[in-house]
């Protein structure tokens, strides 16, 4: 692999200043399986140029790193992406995308350190490679939503998505495109709902009688 450390361009408000009145900073992690679009989806809802350590996939990871279902995917995460969006003046979101390869998978526990929620991000082809994520998230008891990653047209509909994984009814489970700035931008707002959906709960079970 390549050794340096790469920024990725994230258009026209690459540049953009964090307000000097910034406060509190809040954490999301965006899982999946390797290939699922989670750099790609860093990228296109940052309103900074992200933080990108992907590196191109070599003859020297022949055996290690493995790309059945996105064979045409030359570069992979080693690290993790970073992104920012600044929900006002006071309040930041700090986006991380977790390495889908298995041999960066140690990476995972400290990214969920301190994370507020989660997306995890499928792909239909792989819906398998999705299980360990789901698994680590419901080990540290991380809030998640699940965002079905759309590479064409859907070859199965959510319901049988959701029976694939096990997911709960009480998960969300959307589609998305995480090519398109307006589309991951909705599954961040899913996740927030959720969050509140879920403190909401919790608020009203510690008033019940």
């Not at 390549?2 to 009145?21: F, M, N, Q, V």
């Not at 082809?125 to 699940?146: K, N, Q």
């Not at 959720?194 to 403190?199: E, P, T, V």
Request: proline share 5%.
């Amino acid at each position: 692999m390549d050794s340096a450390i790469s920024e990725a361009a994230a258009g026209p408000s690459a540049r953009t200043p964090l307000h000097g009145t910034a406060a509190h900073g809040l954490k999301i992690v965006v899982v999946g399986g390797f290939g699922v679009g989670k750099t790609t989806m860093v990228r296109s809802v940052s309103e900074i140029r992200p933080l990108s350590t992907e590196e191109t996939m070599t003859q020297a990871g022949a055996g290690v790193d493995f790309n059945a279902g996105a064979r045409f995917k030359t570069t992979t995460t080693v690290a993790f992406d970073f992104g920012r969006i600044s929900l006002d003046e006071k309040m930041v979101l700090y986006l991380f995308g977790a390495p889908g390869q298995e041999r960066f998978w140690f990476l995972w526990d400290r990214l969920f350190s301190g994370t507020l929620g989660a997306v995890v991000l499928v792909d239909t082809r792989r819906l398998a490679d999705s299980w360990y994520a789901i698994d680590r998230l419901e080990h540290h008891g991380t809030p998640f939503i699940v965002a079905r990653n759309n590479f064409g047209p859907p070859r199965h509909d959510l319901a049988d998505v959701r029976e694939a994984l096990s997911l709960p009814d009480g998960i969300p489970l959307i589609d998305c495109d995480a090519r398109a700035r307006s589309s991951a931008k909705q599954v961040l707002i899913a996740l927030v709902d959720h969050l509140y959906h879920l403190s909401a709960l919790s608020a009203a079970r510690e008033t019940a009688p």
